[in-house]
């Protein structure tokens, strides 16, 4: 088999390259069927059953999926500060391992990502990666301290799409209003880390049933509903463009439910460990368990699943968390929290949603790809002819081992070790680029052979 | 029994395996030599990483009493004020060939993780708020010493079950052998879903003792008033704390036990826990017989044939190296 090296050889001095054979999804385009693609210097030229052309590159695709490029609008890249656990290059190199093409990263780094010169830090990191785009999200308040707004307009000027204080929650609800009212102004969507701090305080896992056996202090399901609830009618009373992340709970998908019947724009996301993992893994003791907010109980994972079908919950985001092997190996009381996702989400939604609970393929396109694209203001969320690509091509049902030894990803906390996963990233076409590939077959012209030797 | 690490994980035949071998062991502590070479050459390293006084006392008899090699380690003298981590920590002090750690630690679930990461047998002498153990088999033995069984039992268990890891073992080891347990407590002191540990939850007191045959009382630690569980020490004595009159709610010869500290004058008053009812002096003398069990089965001894003379007290042990 070609390695990623010489693929990527091959695709960078191609002009022409033709996918062939893959079956195309594309919920926005309401495509969902066999669809040869011809790509001219990474853009799209042709969409088509069959395509006779030549092209310099062929790509064989039978028996695979391709999706417009999937899109993580919920992860944590450590840099600056954290970049033993992560950096931007590490992260974006996980992101195409994964499948994303796009995805947002969370300003609770050291220092806060919320002034101008830090976004264009990132952005600079994460251009000459080259593995993904990285949208920063930036800083709702200075500091992330909750108290003043951040320039929202420059940081918006500088390429910001969505302004949060995630890693906390803005424990001002007035400051909360200020954030809707003032992001508004610039049309930058406004991401809620929905969590009541006094309810959480102390907290390590889920407060039920389990957490009474350990003997773990909990952190009850309202610390997420009471949040969540106030930042609901900060949007109806603001009309801001309310996000709400990592939704874990019942209570919070049956709030969400309400407030969209009511009109709300609102929009709102869960992680794939929630739809994996219930609070009972807390058993072992393990940190990796140990998650903010925390593994719930079954009948929450239950609710959430049924908020992803019935359309109350929009997307799927990792909210990939990574943290050093030292930061984890501790007490579960002074681990932090947190799990890396970037490498699994593809798999575990596949194995979990497609496979045990029957959505549809088209289902997972519409989680992982259409939906963030839409929400965070990504442009196209489809496979759209004229731009440059950006494609996820993926294999539903071929089942691998997790192992995080083998991961792009600098962390290794990964709660799904040694899971069996139907569902597996092949291929990862980045803005016209490739940016992964593994096991596909690449059948070059004799013109690029000689060209490129 | 490779490790001690909760009741939650012991099956009903190994709570009586223990307190069984603990009755061989109490034997030898009455006679006038109290030593026995059951552990001759096994070393034993009793790591507090909280502060204790009579739990580490006992273990520390209990393990003289069968001629174990014991070093202390606590955490005022440790390197864990130094950045260390525990698993360094507590991996020298393997390497220094220790045969089975006792361990007390602030956070819960720490024995099952030395369980994980080093050779050593591991007894938990209390994490957290999670379980111990040892404590419960104790509790189980003196019940067991003084009514004759426990399948049956009524028992109540009084005061802060929220924070008590003391409770979750007990709760464990009373269902297991077939007690009913109620829990006696106002709701801020409860955890949640507590019920399906298999207990009763009762509020009211007289409710509460109505017919117990055990009347358990746990501490009341003082702070629970600054973090908002209990409006005051005072109400808490009015509403919960137990004395004579309220003791008669129980049956007749109801047993008065107390794992220790106790609040005089908050949860029990001082004549009641001085009086004939009570048997918390016996719970710590148990505890010295219930802990050699506890040390010796893990070290791989064999539990004693049944009415015979324990065949455990001869020769050095085989898990010594």
């Known amino acids: 088999m070609t390695s990623f090296a010489e693929a990527q050889r091959w695709w960078g001095a191609a002009e022409t390259i033709l996918l062939r054979g893959g079956h195309l999804i594309d919920p926005a385009a309401g495509i969902d069927e066999p669809q040869d693609i011809f790509l001219r210097r990474g853009h799209i030229e042709a969409i088509a059953g069959r395509i006779g052309r030549d092209a310099d590159l062929r790509v064989e695709l039978e028996g695979l999926c391709i999706a417009p490029g999937f899109g993580d609008i919920h992860v944590h890249l450590r840099e600056p500060g954290g970049e033993d656990a992560e950096t931007i290059e590490s992260g974006s190199a996980a992101a195409a391992r994964g499948g994303f093409t796009r995805i947002a990263c969370m300003p609770n780094t050291e220092p806060p990502i919320d002034t101008r010169g830090l976004v264009e830090f990132v952005l600079r990191r994460a251009q000459s990666a080259g593995a993904a785009e990285v949208f920063p999200v930036a800083a709702s308040t200075k500091r992330r301290a909750g108290d003043e707004l951040t320039e929202m307009q420059e940081l918006r000027e500088a390429g910001v799409l969505a302004v949060s204080d995630d890693g906390s929650p803005v424990r001002d609800a007035r400051v909360m209003r200020r954030v809707l009212e003032y992001a508004l102004t610039w049309d930058l969507l406004v991401i809620s880390h929905a969590e009541e701090p006094s309810l959480s305080a102390g907290g390590v896992m889920h407060e039920g049933y389990w957490s009474t056996v350990l003997g773990l202090e909990g952190i009850p399901a309202a610390a997420e509903s009471v949040a969540i609830a106030r930042d609901l009618r900060l949007a109806e009373l603001t009309g801001g463009r309310l996000h709400i992340a990592h939704v874990s709970t ?13 009109g709300v724009a609102v929009t709102a996301e869960t992680a794939p460990h929630y739809l994996a993992l219930t609070d009972e893994s807390l058993r072992t003791f393990d940190s990796v368990y140990r998650v903010n907010p925390p593994l719930r109980s079954a009948a929450d994972r239950e609710a959430l699943i049924a908020g992803l079908r019935d359309g109350t919950l929009d997307c799927i985001a990792s909210d990939h968390a990574p943290h050093t092997d030292v930061a984890k190996d501790q007490e579960l009381e002074a681990a932090p929290p947190g799990m890396i996702g970037m490498e699994t989400t593809l798999g575990v939604v596949c194995e979990i949603l497609h496979h045990r609970e029957g959505f549809s393929l088209r289902d997972l396109v519409r989680l992982c790809a259409t939906r963030p694209a839409e929400i965070i203001g990504w442009d196209p969320g489809r496979v759209r002819m004229g731009g440059a690509a950006h494609l996820t091509v993926f294999a539903p049902d071929q089942e691998w081992e997790v192992d995080p030894s083998a991961f792009a990803s600098r962390a290794r906390n990964c709660p799904f070790r040694t899971w069996r996963l139907r569902g597996r990233s092949r291929l990862t076409v980045c803005g016209g680029r490739l940016t992964h590939q593994e096991d596909v077959e690449f059948c070059p012209s004799e013109r690029l052979l000689t060209q490129t030797a | 029994m490779e490790h001690l690490l909760g009741i939650e994980d012991l099956t009903t035949e190994q709570i009586l395996t223990v307190l069984d071998t603990a009755r061989s062991f109490r034997e030898v502590l009455d006679r006038p030599i109290k030593k026995v070479p059951a552990l001759r050459g096994v070393t034993v390293c009793n790591a507090f990483f909280e502060p204790s006084t009579r739990t580490r006392v006992s273990f520390e008899l209990a393990e003289k009493r069968l001629s174990a090699d014991t070093v202390n380690f606590s955490v005022s003298q440790s390197s864990v004020t130094k950045g260390e981590t525990l698993r360094d920590t507590i991996q020298n002090i393997e390497a220094m060939q220790v045969d089975v750690v006792v361990v007390r630690h602030w956070a819960a679930g720490v024995p099952r993780y030395l369980a994980r990461c080093l050779r050593a047998r591991i007894v938990n002498a209390g994490d957290g708020q999670h379980e111990h153990p040892t404590q419960a088999l104790l509790d189980l033995f003196t019940i067991r010493e003084k009514k004759g069984r426990i399948a049956g039992l009524k028992v109540a268990i009084l005061g802060d079950v929220r924070h008590s890891r003391v409770a979750r073992s007990n709760i464990w080891g009373l269902t297991k052998l077939g007690a009913e347990v109620s829990l006696v407590a106002p709701r801020t002191l409860l955890p949640v879903e507590v019920e399906r540990m298999g207990v009763r939850v009762v509020h009211d007191l ?30 808490y004595a009015m509403t919960y704390g137990l004395d004579r009159t309220r003791l008669a709610w129980a049956t007749a010869d109801a047993l008065v036990m107390h794992p220790g500290p ?11 826990a001085d009086g004939p009812r009570a048997v918390i002096l016996q719970q710590v003398s148990n505890g010295v017989a219930v802990r050699m069990a506890a040390l010796y089965l893990v070290s791989g001894g064999a539990p004693p044939e049944p009415a015979t003379e324990p065949t455990l007290l001869s020769a050095a042990h085989p898990a010594a190296r």
């Open chain 1, 250 to 262: 019942h209570e919070g998908v049956e709030l969400i439910r309400g407030a969209k019947e009511r």
């Open chain 2, 206 to 235: 007289r409710d509460g003792l109505r017919d117990a045959d055990v009347v358990y009382l746990l501490r009341l630690q003082r702070e629970r008033q600054r973090g908002g569980f209990l409006p005051s020490l005072r109400e």
């Open chain 2, 262 to 272: 106790m609040n005089r004058g908050v949860e029990i008053q001082p004549d009641l």
